[in-house]
């Protein structure tokens, strides 16, 4: 083990070079950028023993890794925001061909209006593609979720890709001191990549991804979910090796002081560090809350939250993308099917949207409305709780009438 | 001529692969969507073999030893009617399929 000052995306970068990945094709788009530049320096100088791939976009870019994958080596690509939804198309195919390539992805807001910042709206929008999700809380969860990831992925139990997925600048671009692996031990944890399902070899040829009837898509969709139901166990399964190895236990979801509490918050990503600050901050004050992160957000554990949510009259849901449409966001809706049939009062939170901070004071507010619903004192709550009071007038111009 | 691969090629253990792929070689009978199918009238017939080198298909073979020469693979062959317009001698037809033995 070694302490190294290291940010997001210098995390993730040293998780694939831990993970000793062997083509790299990358196109950089902020925040991601610096992940492509780092393989790009780490194969140039020989660190990474690796074939880096130039390509012209992120839909050749995820072509390119979901198809060396598919002749026998481990692949890697990351990208962010606009980028991941140019890769769409890509992103089906790599789960439906049941390609493990884990995939960095810095949350950024999708255009439009354009933005750089940090927003969970494009990683969402990819949610129902068969892909498993997890959210990173700091840059350590980064290094640490990326290498485990891999074990999850190639499993044979799983075959399927996933998305590490880290807030764009409050993780991406934030030095934090991380404790790193040694190479030994990941060698030993990871280990050389094996392919597990249907490969391409020349001297024994088979034709991947053909065209399937109706007589067989359900069938292969199924193939899927039963691989996504095994997650949990094995995710747990290497999470134990991980703790093992480095000491640190990571899980699917974390309940953070919420044995005593009166009302819970339930979130995503980076915010989570903000909102225990602001839990144990209120709780020195005498106000009982507390805050559940969600690090797996496919497959959804949602056996598991119905357990830690049993006990809660008024739960908040933070959902850092607009969920447009929706009665709530992606989130929200995933928690409220999960408590199908219990008697509790869900309330659906939307903030942090295109790099707004979720500071303190927003999530104190949040806290505070539900604390009032719980006692009773009020019955309604701001569901867009960062928003601006002139939300509706910010240009104006003038028109000939 | 395209041939049907003669046997499968995994040939070690057999174990479940997800998601779609194919490893059995099956060529379908694409013949089958023909519609009008050429016909060779061998009198006029020198054995060229133009129509062997234009066929799309690739599915004409020359005997120049036998009388009927032209040897076409009616498994494959779409009915496009090339070698009708390309024999120098005019002596390809299409005819409706159906209509002659």
Known sequence: MAYKMLDGNSAAVEAMKLAKVQVISAYPITPQSSISEKLADLVADGTIKAEYIRVESEHSALSVATTACLVGVRAATATASNGLALMHEVVGMTSGNRVPIVMPVVNRGIAAPWTLWCEHGDAMSERDMGWLQFYCQNVQEVLDMTLLAYKICEDYRVQLPSMVCLDGFFLSHSMQKIDVPTQASMDQFIGPYIPKNAFLDTSDPMFICDLTSPDEYTEMRYQQKKAMDNVFEVFEEYAKAYEVITGRKIQIMESYKTEDADTVLVALGSMCGTAKHVVNKMRAEGRKVGVIKIVTFRPFPFEAIREALKPFKVIGVFDRSAGLGGQGGPLWSEITAAMNGLNADIRHFVGGLGGRDVTETTIEKIFNELLDIQSGKSLNHTQWIDTKENAMTLREVTVKC | ?101
């Open chain 2, 1 to 101: 001529m395209q041939k049907q691969q003669e046997q499968q090629t995994r040939n070690c253990k057999k174990i479940n692969v997800y998601g779609p792929c194919a490893n059995e070689f099956v060529s379908s009978n694409t013949g089958s969507w023909r519609l009008e199918r050429p016909v060779v009238n061998f009198e006029n017939c020198i054995k060229c073999g133009i129509c062997e080198s234009f066929c799309p298909c690739n599915v004409i073979t020359i005997h120049k030893e036998l009388k009927e020469s032209v040897e076409i693979d009616y498994d494959y062959c779409k009915g496009c009617g090339i070698c009708v317009n390309e024999c120098p001698k005019n002596c390809i037809k299409l005819v409706a399929e159906g209509s002659v033995e």
